[in-house]
């Protein structure tokens, strides 16, 4: 096996290494040397670069702040929830179901589609619809009632 094939290596590799290392002569490095060497890398890049050790939170935190950023002068509920941001926070799956509660409890926005999206009800009842602080609260109550702690 070459150093070369470890396919896994990002394209900063070189930056951080010689590029002789990686050419693709570099033969004689048996499969543990590999191992350690991807394991070293991997390392590195994770420890250089935080924004691989985001815990949930924080990524929800920075999503939600980008949206809000660029989706401010939006009139258009639709283009808020088609936004790349918002689709992506749906994309993280019912674990930020808890963080959108506390996002709606405190400064009630247009989670509401997100949330049907994520837990598949929708406790709105047809007269509130439209009405956001009515909506945050329909929503807000059903899941305490569910159990939700946020």
């Known amino acids: 096996m070459r150093l070369a094939e470890i396919s896994t290596w990002p394209t900063l590799t070189p930056k951080i290494y010689p590029p ?10 048996g499969d543990e040397a ?3 060497a991807k394991r070293f890398v991997d390392a590195t890049i994770h420890y250089r670069f935080p924004v ?3 815990t949930t939170f ?8 980008g949206w809000k950023e660029e989706t401010r002068y939006m009139s258009s509920t639709t283009s808020m929830i088609l936004h790349r941001a918002y689709q ?3 994309g993280m799956g019912p674990n930020v179901i808890p963080f959108i509660l506390r996002e709606l409890e ?6 509401f589609p997100a949330l049907k999206a994520l837990t598949g009800v929708d406790p709105v009842p047809s007269s509130e619809r ?3 602080r009515a909506m945050a609260k329909a929503w ?11």
């Open 20 to 29: 002789s290392l990686f050419d693709s002569e570099s033969e004689g490095f």
């Open 34 to 36: 590999i191992a350690l």
């Open 52 to 54: 691989t050790r985001q």
């Open 58 to 65: 924080d990524k929800f935190q920075s999503l939600v702040s």
């Open 88 to 90: 992506e926070i749906i």
């Open 106 to 111: 405190t400064n009630p926005d247009h989670w």
């Open 130 to 132: 439209g009405k956001v």
């Open 140 to 150: 807000l109550d059903w899941a305490r009632d569910q159990g939700y702690n946020w």
